[in-house]
């Protein structure tokens, strides 16, 4: 019997819990309404950062997100948008390294700290390419 209700509990609040996170992701969406990639290579115009890596980018954090085209901002905190944080912003930055075809140094030691969408754009585009 304690054992059925100690699994009912944590089922419930880890359903609650998802359904909130999944709330908080359509209301910033709704908000966003209007907003594309477009506006977010807007963003970046004076950098020339070819567009094809910007899709890479934007595409990567709207499909991180549940809820459908996701519109991704520039300045979107790491963490507070999208949970991403310490290993998980490392993967985001070697995955897209790769997308980019740009060579990640051996170690993350002496890059600049990444909290935001810019943040990872703006790295990647400093790194040396694949040839």
């Keep these: 019997m304690n054992t059925w209700v100690l699994l009912t509990g944590t089922l419930g609040t880890f ?8 709330r908080r992701e ?3 969406a709704k908000g966003r309404r209007g907003y594309g990639f477009e506006e977010f290579a807007a963003y970046f115009s004076g950098e020339s950062i070819p567009h094809e890596n910007l899709r ?4 990567y ?3 991180w997100q549940s809820a459908k085209n996701f519109p991704v901002h ?5 963490y507070n948008v999208y949970g ?3 290993d998980d912003v490392d993967d985001a930055v070697m995955e897209l390294a790769a997308r980019w075809r740009a060579k990640l140094p051996a170690t993350f030691d002496g890059l600049r ?3 935001t969408v810019a943040d990872i754009v703006h790295l990647l585009h400093q ?5």
């Design 15 to 22: 359903l609650a819990g998802n359904w909130l996170l999944r």
């Design 84 to 86: 991403i944080v310490d």
């Design 56 to 59: 890479h980018v934007y595409n």
């Design 74 to 78: 520039p300045n979107d905190a790491l």
């Design 127 to 131: 790194l040396p390419r694949e040839k």
């Design 26 to 28: 359509r209301q910033i």
């Design 113 to 115: 700290p990444v909290r």
């Design 61 to 63: 954090f709207q499909h």
